[in-house]
């Protein structure tokens, strides 16, 4: 079955330092990859999906992942983390039709 | 255009008591979802309907039902509700497409607490 996994559920940084969040990948078929943030007391909302077309995806608000076959992983990046960024993260799989599986989530802390 | 709307935003219920949980989409989107999340559980599927008339189960669907009503309201009931389903219920809806690039989006939530 088609999973992912969320390493850290909290990753804290300071304003301006690189974000990572990570995220593997478990998948028999080439997979769709997608991910999520969630502000506080929102729901979700996409920040970008990887569809094979291109191996780094450039999403919003300044985040980018690149998939990598070799070490099944899709992490999440950010060369300049905002005080706005803080909140939670989700990766996803996609493992049929129309369903979305969901990594545990980490939670970004941007301290000034 | 408001998106995916729910309602209510906020419930407490007693164990035992009923409720239904209303959402509904203007982008006219073909497939609807309903989903829990828990702390340190990420999003669980419960029921999805791909197309208006349809429903099927997803991950954790028991103790819940729902009906679609229409191609716009996806509605969730819990008959007899539990402490274990105190969460933060969210619905979602997408194109309905098979090919890779369908997204779901997803409405603001609603915070459930069953005493």
């Known amino acids: 079955a088609q999973s992912v996994t969320q390493l850290g559920s909290h990753v804290s940084v300071s304003e301006g330092a690189l974000v990572l969040l990570r995220c593997n990948y478990s998948?028999?078929?080439?997979?769709?990859l997608f991910w999520y943030v969630q502000y506080p007391n929102q729901g979700l909302q996409l920040l970008l999906k990887?569809?094979?077309?291109?191996?780094l995806v450039k999403g919003i608000n300044g985040f980018e992942a690149e998939f990598k076959k070799s070490e099944t992983s899709f992490h999440l990046t950010k060369p300049s983390a905002h005080m706005s960024d803080a909140a939670e993260y989700f990766c996803?799989?996609?493992?049929?039709?129309?369903?979305?599986?969901f990594g545990t989530g980490t939670r970004l802390l941007v301290s000034p | 255009n408001a998106g995916v709307t729910q309602t209510p935003k906020f419930q407490v219920l007693k164990t035992g008591q009923s409720m239904t949980l209303q959402c509904a989409q203007d982008?006219?989107?073909?497939?609807m979802y309903w989903y829990r999340q828990d702390p340190g559980m990420g999003l669980r599927l419960i029921y999805y309907?791909?197309?208006?008339?349809?429903?099927d189960k997803g991950e954790v669907p028991n103790g819940y039902n729902v009906s679609r009503l229409n191609k716009r309201e996806f509605s969730l009931r819990l008959e007899s509700a539990a402490p274990s389903q105190t969460s933060v219920y969210f619905c979602?809806?997408?194109?309905?497409?098979?090919?890779?690039?369908?997204?779901?989006?997803f409405g603001p939530g609603t915070r459930l607490t069953v005493l």
């Open positions: 979602a809806s997408s194109e309905g497409l098979e090919r890779s690039t369908d997204t779901q989006y």
């Open positions: 998948s028999s078929v080439p997979p769709y």
């Open positions: 990887y569809t094979s077309a291109a191996t």
């Open positions: 996803a799989v996609r493992t049929g039709f129309q369903k979305l599986v």
């Open positions: 982008m006219n989107h073909n497939s």
């Open positions: 309907s791909a197309s208006e008339g349809t429903t």
